[in-house]
């Protein structure tokens, strides 16, 4: 069974931007105007559009633990990155495709510095297969993996944990907290096919496989809400995951398995900063001792490499399959 699964063709698509590229910043300043205020938190966090050198970090480590896939789409907003130091084999199949192309004839609000709004339409990307996995360009793959880690015949391997969230519901509080704003858009995707937030299945932050068939029927389903969570520039507390919502979609269709392992690991902002959360060298180090551990999430790198000045050198390591034992001892 794994090996037919193997043999449709996977596509990864990553979503990048340069929020210190001059016209970026500019259109962005322009839509949020004098009034930041006005937008929630976590929306107008500058993080959000930070570019670190993450993408070249999550393209290594595709290159070198996920060499089937057929092409590696860089979702942009005109401006586009620096490929150049890439190998030839690596730059050829990586495709650029702007926003414009992702939203055409989807009456979208552009220019868009939303990536919920974005990720509406992300199967919509011309030439996209049916099966693809999605990447934010903070998410590393750290071993060798094969489509039987992302895909079985029947649909998409998820990652997550079953959570109850009805104590967030109508709590004005909980709904302004930065923190808590992925718990409403998961709510929200939920509510969208029926699910109850006292047990829906809460979405990791990890490499999400992904089908497009699946999008393009909810988005026949559902088309005034793909309308609406596309019309908003910024992220917005009314707005829901449309990677939540494929993903419930699909449990409710009995084509999702839920991984019984947990093969991913999530750095998050603020991890390492208190004692509380241990050392950051004691978290990476168990990282290098646990050969399960498939798929990093850094939110955060320049932050973490304060507390860990060789993260960076360790991280390069662990995405191309070097030695990493010695590196946190």
């Known amino acids: 069974m794994v090996q037919e699964a193997q043999y449709h063709p996977i596509d990864a698509v990553i979503t990048w931007v340069d929020g210190l590229d001059p016209a970026h910043l500019k259109k962005r300043k322009s839509v949020m105007g004098s009034a930041p205020n006005l ?28 060499p089937w896939l057929r092409k590696i789409w860089i979702v942009v907003d005109a401006q586009s990155p620096d490929l150049s130091g890439l190998n030839a084999a690596l730059r050829a199949k990586i495709q650029l495709v702007d926003h414009t192309e992702i939203f055409a004839n989807q009456g979208a609000i552009l220019p868009t510095f939303n990536s919920l709004a ?31 880690d992302f895909f079985t015949m029947n649909g998409p391997i998820l990652r997550g944990t079953w959570a109850d969230f009805s104590s967030l519901e109508d709590d004005p509080v909980q709904m302004a907290d930065p923190v808590k704003f992925n718990h409403y858009m998961q709510i929200n995707a939920a509510a969208l096919c029926g699910v109850p937030s006292q047990r829906l299945f809460r979405t990791a932050h990890v490499a999400h496989p992904c089908l497009r068939p699946t999008m393009a029927q909810l988005h026949s389903r559902f088309a005034a809400a793909f309308r609406d969570n596309a019309g908003y520039r ?19 269709n009995k084509t999702a398995t839920v991984n019984s392992v947990k093969d991913h690991c999530h750095i998050y902002s603020g991890q390492g900063v208190s004692a509380v959360d241990g050392t950051i060298a004691a978290l990476l180090q168990k990282i290098d001792d646990t050969p399960d551990i498939k798929m990093l999430c850094i939110n955060d790198l320049p932050q973490l490499e304060a507390l860990y000045p060789d993260i960076r050198g360790w991280l390069a390591q662990a995405v191309t399959g070097a030695p990493r034992s010695s590196s946190t001892k």
């Open 39 to 66: 937008f929630h938190e976590n929306a107008i966090n500058p993080h959000r559009w930070a570019c670190n050198g993450e993408l070249y970090f999550c393209l290594a480590s595709l290159e070198h633990n996920a």
């Open 118 to 148: 974005i990720e509406t339409y992300l199967w919509n990307i011309p030439g996209l297969s049916d099966q693809f996995i999605y990447f934010n360009d903070d998410v590393f793959l750290t071993s060798p993996c094969q489509p039987s």
């Open 234 to 252: 910024m992220r917005d507390i009314h707005q829901f995951s449309p990677q939540s919502l494929h993903n419930h979609a699909c449990i409710l």
